[in-house]
């Protein structure tokens, strides 16, 4: 969903969590305007290039919602019994123990190899299932603060996290290149919403036409977009803002319309 501040224009990809946790106010990260988002909300955006998202106007009558997905079911359901039909107990039969198990219980001083046993490949089974899923396990917000206190301890050094629903885009352009015929340049300046470092993100530019078809596609890697290897290894800093510049083919007089999209 998208909408947009009515003060400078920005136009901004805001998702319901976003809108719901303000009640629709949001604040603009560019002119730090209070505005209604609910005001300009749009599914898709117009045809490049548009100045102004349409406004809704309100409706005196409440719209009736007529599809139904779920509907909880919150009538609980007891069962009684009559006093004359309740199963009655029945009493324990003594049975003697077969000989298998009597011989069990005298050999159970002797079971503590298998109880080790079991620990050892439990534990080496949670490893190997740890190291097939080590990129979830490390971007976790529940879990990366553990590895990292225990990384301290060991004095190691972890990889950069990943964590693209944090990253916001500020701004975008595009225009002609200035010295190669038949290509574009891209540019999106990128902020860091997270209160820690996170690793420069796999970058998605999708150019479609007039009607929202794709007809070009390409995805960057960070090594394809920053000249130094060391601002890589860095990576961006919490609540820091970086420029991003791209150079890509012109795909011809179809393509109005591009999109970003951080992976």
Request: aromatic share 8%.
């Amino acid at each position: 969903m998208y909408t947009q501040c009515p003060e400078c224009a920005t136009v901004y990809n805001a998702d319901a969590a976003a809108i719901a946790r303000g009640h629709g106010m949001v604040r603009c990260s560019h002119c730090d305007a209070l505005f209604d988002a609910l005001l300009t909300l749009a599914d898709q955006l117009p045809p490049e290039p548009f100045e102004r998202l349409d406004i809704h106007a309100p409706d005196p009558q409440p719209p009736r919602l007529g599809v139904p997905v779920y509907r909880p079911n919150v009538q609980a359901v007891s069962f009684t019994f009559d006093p004359d039909e309740r199963p009655r107990a029945r009493e324990p039969r003594r049975t003697s123990a077969p000989a298998f198990a009597r011989h069990a219980r005298r050999s159970s001083g002797r079971r503590w190899p298998w109880v080790v046993g079991t620990v050892l490949l439990s534990l080496s089974l949670a490893g190997q299932l740890a190291y097939a899923e080590r990129d979830q396990l490390l971007d976790n917000e529940l879990v990366r603060p553990w590895l990292d206190r225990g990384c301290a301890a060991l004095n190691c050094e972890l990889p950069l996290r990943h964590a693209t629903q944090q990253l916001e885009l500020l701004s975008r352009d595009i225009r002609p290149h200035p010295s190669v015929s038949g290509a574009l340049i891209v540019s999106a300046t990128v902020r860091n919403a997270a209160d820690y470092a996170q690793a420069f993100p796999i970058v998605e530019i999708t150019l479609s036409d007039l009607d929202e078809n794709r007809v070009a596609m390409r995805r960057f890697q960070p090594r394809d977009y920053l000249g130094d290897t060391r601002t890589m290894e860095r990576g961006l800093a919490a609540g820091a803002s970086t420029a991003l510049v791209f150079e890509v083919r012109d795909p011809g007089r179809n393509a109005v319309a591009f999109e970003f999209k951080f992976l």
